[in-house]
């Protein structure tokens, strides 16, 4: 996926007011808008131009692309690093509607860093917000933001401060971030994706009317060993050479600090999958574990290995790991036929 520079689209600085990024746009439009355009690529320019609009002129989402866009130039590779927008509050208006004006479809680039938080809102089982009350009273807009939790938060709930940023227009026509912390009580067995509801934390009502709601969307920090797939629970399971040959039993600790013994089967190959049912993920309905066998060997530096290895050479030589791994995949790939 390629970087867009929208601001170079538009032919305008980084700091460009509001003001200056709608006469920008207005300009281009009259160019290359189709139904009037002479030039050949007319269509593609208008549609990049639209997608550059549909961003800066959103306080939201310019602070937002701002803050990831740093450091890149037009047209190199670039993939967003997951959670990067995490810690920004964003209000329904910004992502609820269409990928800009006339429902245009936009690049890749554009659905990648701003679509998720569409399908969230779409996502969410309630009405619209701001809906108008009694007397006049409104209702104020639902907010959404993504944060980012430690897996082990997440298995075992905790309470932790959240910071947010939110992006706000200013009168002097440029963007800027406004910040709070929350305290947020974290359920135990939450998952990527789910959202915790904080009432009364979204926008101000109006005439009266009651505070929107703060959809909190939630993430995971890489983990250096676990990884969560739905309601399993990942994992490598390292084993010495004797271990996964022999087979063995031993001790697998969990996010939460309890130890599972889990038995390893004897000739059991590296990339081997043991499933331990209702060991996974934490919920009404718990997940399984799955741990992949990792055989480590020891190091032949060290000269006890060392002589073990040259005596298995010299007293094995029938053995051939590419002939053996052949017959492996090919059994493999006759039981996945039937």
Do not use: C
Request: net charge neutral; proline share 7%.
């Amino acid at each position: 996926m390629e970087y867009k520079d929208y601001y170079q689209v538009l032919g305008v600085p980084r700091d460009a007011t509001a003001e200056q990024i709608k006469k920008a746009y207005r300009s281009l439009a009259r160019k290359y808008h189709p139904d009037v355009s002479k030039e050949p690529d007319a269509a593609a320019r208008m549609s990049e131009v639209n997608e550059a609009h549909t961003v800066l002129s959103d306080p939201e989402k310019r602070a937002a692309y701002d803050a990831l866009g740093r450091g890149h130039r037009a047209g190199e590779s670039f993939t967003p690093p997951p959670g990067w927008d995490a810690g920004f509050e964003f209000s329904g208006r910004g992502f609820d509607g269409d990928f800009g004006p006339g429902g245009h479809d936009f690049s890749d680039f554009f659905s990648e860093l701003f679509g998720h938080a569409a399908r969230s809102a779409r996502s969410r089982a309630r009405g619209a917000s701001g809906g108008r009350g009694t007397s006049g009273s409104m209702r104020g807009e639902d907010h959404h933001a993504r944060v980012l939790l430690d897996l082990e938060d997440a298995w075992r709930g905790a309470t932790r401060q959240i910071e947010l940023r939110m992006p706000q227009l200013q009168p002097d026509g440029h963007v800027r971030l406004t910040e709070r912390t929350l305290e947020v009580r974290i359920p135990a067995g939450v998952k990527p994706g789910q959202m915790i509801r904080l009432a009364g934390q979204g926008g101000p009502g109006l005439g009266g009317g009651a505070a929107g709601d703060l959809f909190l969307e939630v993430l995971l920090r890489p983990h250096p060993r676990w990884r969560v797939d739905g309601d399993t629970l990942v994992a490598e399971l390292p084993v010495a050479p004797w271990e996964a040959a022999l087979g063995a039993v031993l001790p697998v600790q969990l996010p939460d600090g309890s130890t599972l013994k889990v038995r390893v089967p004897a000739d059991a190959q590296g990339g081997r999958i043991l499933r331990v049912p209702g060991k996974g993920w934490p919920g009404s309905k718990r997940g399984d574990l799955e741990l992949v066998v990792r055989v480590v060997l020891p190091s032949a530096w060290d000269p006890r290995a060392r002589a073990l290895y040259e005596r298995m050479a010299a007293e094995l030589t029938d053995f051939d790991a590419r002939r053996v791994a052949a017959a492996e995949a090919e059994r493999a790939s006759t039981e996945e036929a039937r």
